[in-house]
């Protein structure tokens, strides 16, 4: 039996991905690196998943990145969960290949993006027990504005039922052999690579095993651009300020 700290008895592994050189931010900095609320972006997500049931954690980064972040990321905030920093490649795929690889004695593993900060020990939690359940999940929201599908001369061509619609976030939870299986298939051929943007389309474009959508959060944004900076610094110090309240509520009880 492998040491956990799910409770459950399985590994449970975790790629953060986290090489990705942020041009909408319109600095010169990479967005992970870039500050919020007195630390790097980046630690804001590993804090988030050290606190959890996550055993091990993979950190995929840019090439030539790896000494820097395990000096200045992982060793600097006391990151223990991470097991691994390694190197990403071209298309975020590449990435996710490069840290599944690295942990493959995982049973269960949670995908997610570095650039989402406010990921919470819930969603996450979440996360897990239904890659567990399900053997593939992803965190989503249903969609919140009407969605037009354009033709090719720019046209609202189509309304989709904004019911059915979900927008989704990550992590993205799998089955480790089921996952990893799907990308070595997908890997081993450049013609199935092609319109890959997330790891569910992976397991759907060469598996006939179904995505369960889990509940997210509106909470759960990826930065990207300068607004969002803005918002995730706004959230973060709104959550601080309710531990807070809650702190305080709580000891104002046990006196």
């Not at 950190?59 to 060793?75: P, S």
């Not at 399900?134 to 009407?146: I, Q």
């Not at 890959?196 to 060469?206: C, G, H, K, R």
Request: glycine fraction near 8%; charge should be negative; hydrophobic fraction near 40%.
């Amino acid at each position: 039996m492998n040491d956990t700290k799910d409770g459950h008895g399985y590994k449970i592994g975790a790629v953060v991905l986290a090489g990705g050189q942020g041009k909408r931010m319109q600095s010169s900095v990479q967005k992970q690196y870039m500050m919020l609320r007195g630390k790097p972006l980046i630690v804001h997500t590993l804090e988030a998943f050290d606190r959890s049931a996550v055993d091990e954690i993979v950190l995929v980064t840019g090439v030539g990145e790896e000494t820097y972040v395990k000096r200045e990321i992982v060793n600097a905030y006391g990151i223990a969960g991470v097991t691994a920093v390694v190197a990403g490649g071209k298309e975020r795929y590449h990435s996710v290949y490069e840290g599944l690889k690295a942990m493959p004695d995982c049973d269960y593993v949670l995908i997610h993006d570095g650039a989402r900060p406010l990921v919470s020990e819930e969603i996450i939690r979440r996360s897990i027990e239904g890659a567990i359940h399900y053997r593939a999940c992803v965190a989503a929201v249903p969609v919140k504005d009407t969605i037009k599908v354009a033709d090719e001369q720019g046209f609202a061509a189509a309304t989709p039922e904004r019911s059915r619609l979900w927008q989704i976030q990550t992590p993205q939870a799998f089955s480790y052999p089921l996952i990893r299986g799907a990308y070595d298939v997908m890997m081993a051929d450049e013609k199935l690579q092609a319109g890959i943007t997330d790891d569910a389309m992976v397991l759907e474009s060469i598996t006939e095993d179904k995505v369960k959508l889990i509940e997210g959060s509106y909470e759960n944004l990826k930065v990207t651009t300068p607004e969002d900076i803005v918002l995730a610094e706004a959230l973060l110090s709104r959550r601080e300020k309710l531990r807070e309240a809650s702190a305080k509520q709580e000891t104002e009880i046990q006196v």
